[in-house]
């Protein structure tokens, strides 16, 4: 990745992050999309699984400082997801849009279930309709902006090293 | 140290992202609010409005009983329907016909003066033109019978086409402005005493026997809503003495209002009935 491609993708990530605290409390849907996540898999898919974690961890943290309650948890699901998504990159990033678009519906699917384990603050029916029904259409509503956003920087970023 | 770490964070990177957060949930509930106020300032606006005229058309409605008082006999009420389309500006639809005992080139007046004369009468309604039209015309003097002349539209281009002209006035009358003018009596289309209006100003007049001038009629049309028609013996017999006229159009105006409270406080059943 040159310095031109290099500059356009951290613009992108920060769009996304600004995006993450500007436009998602406008929405305020009930099943959010999640700006951080399809960041975070953007990382991913052009870095090593290490430097991808490094990411995860660094965007986690920084959503965390927001809930006191649950600090850690999102730090931990990130680095998780960063960590899983560079290293299945190869499987999923081919010329695929339907991949792409279950790619990011698994990242953040599972990120929301690692959070939600770790951060110990909803139990029982509460964590299962959280996991099986909100989550899960959270990540839908996430996956579809994910495409959106692939879509909209593959002219300039180009396609992910596999 | 969880928490001290946190707040490190919120402090230094995350500020700005959660200015940011801030921001955008105020800008939400902002928008969300925005039509609920709209909502809550129109209702208020339209109560108010409302209210307005509610209280004016008291007043009109109390100024006409005090007139149907003063008048006794021999007319006929009637609601004033303005058309306000192209080629209704200066005729109004009485709901009074000729089974109400309305006849042509009867006076249509208001508390406030003249408002004009009937031209056609069908069953249930009649037609009656106003004082802009440009056939309008009605034999007038000064209240103090100083000066006599002809009331006809002002037929003037722009807003002074609502004024009126008081023409033929001789030379050796001269009329200050803000005296009052009545109709005269004769002719006998109009009695003598129903205020038309009040001298503006002398106009240029091409007629080198006689004087010009500039009147303010003393009805506005638009507050129009209801009027009372006199039949053609009530116009024999005068109306004088239905508006007190002072030395000014308020205190004939005053002096109707006082009759109809005068009315209303006799019928208190009347006035309890009264929105």
Known sequence: MNAVKSAWFALVVVLLVVLHYSLRPVLAWRAPIDFLVIALLLVAVRARPGVAALAGFMLGIMADSLTPGAFGAGALAMTAVGFGASWLKAAFFADNIALNGIFVLLGKWAFDIIFLVAERRVLGTDLLVQAVLWSPLSAAATAIMGLVVLLAVRPVLGAPRS | ?275
């Open chain 2, 1 to 275: 140290m969880r928490g001290n770490a946190a707040a490190s964070i919120r402090g230094t990177i995350v500020a700005p992202l959660a200015g940011l957060q801030k921001r955008s949930e105020l800008s939400r509930r902002a928008f969300l609010a925005h039509d609920e106020a709209v909502r809550v300032a129109d209702s208020v606006t339209l109560r108010s409005q409302r209210l307005d005229g509610v209280t004016q058309e008291n007043e009109r409605l109390r100024r006409l009983l005090g007139l149907g008082a003063a008048v006794k006999w021999g007319f006929v009420p009637a609601e004033a329907l303005q058309g306000r389309g192209l080629g209704d500006e200066f005729t109004v639809t009485l709901t009074a016909g000729r089974r109400a005992g309305v006849e042509p080139l009867s006076p249509v007046v208001a508390p406030e003066g003249l408002v004009g004369m009937v031209e056609r009468v069908d069953d249930g309604l009649s037609l009656a033109i106003t004082w802009p039209h440009p056939d309008f015309r009605v034999s007038a003097m000064a209240l103090d019978g100083s000066a006599f002349g002809i009331v006809t539209a002002h037929l003037a281009p722009g807003a002074a086409r609502y004024f009126l002209e008081l023409r033929s006035v001789p030379l050796r009358s001269t009329l200050k402005p803000g005296a009052l003018v009545v109709s005269s009596g004769l002719g006998g289309v109009y009695p003598r005493g129903i205020p038309i209006g009040s001298v503006v100003a002398e106009l240029k007049s091409t007629e080198g026997w006689a004087r010009s001038y500039l009147v303010r009629p003393a009805v506005r049309l638009p507050d129009i809503a209801s009027v009372l028609i006199l039949r053609p013996e009530r116009v024999r017999a005068g109306v004088e003495n239905v508006w007190q006229l002072g030395s000014a159009t308020d205190s004939a105006t005053k002096g109707v209002v006082a009759a109809g409270d005068s009315v209303r406080a006799a019928r208190p059943d009347t006035a309890r009935r009264l929105p």
